[in-house]
């Protein structure tokens, strides 16, 4: 579950939730929320590697999820994961879905931004 498709068909059928394409501009993106308070708990997008740090032009597919604050700078330093693409870095990490994290992994952490968001 380390691809966009996979990740979608996961939270429609896990939490019932269909993606939203907020920004015209940018129709790719897809934003996760809650249903009852609108949340984001997840944001999906495709971007370039040198928006991450990396020294390389492809794309790559990512997903931002809400962490706890006392994880994000440890989860930092550990492959695949880096600040939060235009998220809050304090509480927002982002994932790299090019396999680099084993599917459990982003899976935990997507379980876990779904829980810390929720009311």
């Known amino acids: ?12 059928s896990q939490y019932g939730i ?4 907020p ?9 996760f929320r809650h249903s009852n308070s609108r949340k984001w708990f997840g944001l999906l997008m495709t971007i370039p590697k040198t928006k991450l740090g990396l020294k390389s032009e492809e794309m ?4 931002n999820i809400k962490c706890p604050a006392e994880q994000v700078l440890s989860l930092r330093s ?7 693409y235009h998220m809050n870095k304090e509480h927002w990490i982002t994932l790299s879905l090019d ?13 876990q931004s779904f829980s810390l968001t929720q009311k």
């Open 1 to 12: 579950m380390t691809n966009k498709v996979e990740l979608t068909n996961y939270i429609e």
């Open 18 to 21: 269909s993606p939203d394409f």
């Open 23 to 31: 920004w015209a501009k940018y129709p790719d993106i897809a934003v």
């Open 60 to 63: 790559v597919d990512i997903l």
């Open 78 to 84: 550990s492959a695949g994961f880096f600040p939060a």
């Open 99 to 111: 396999g680099t994290l084993e599917a459990d992994e982003v899976l935990f952490f997507l379980n």
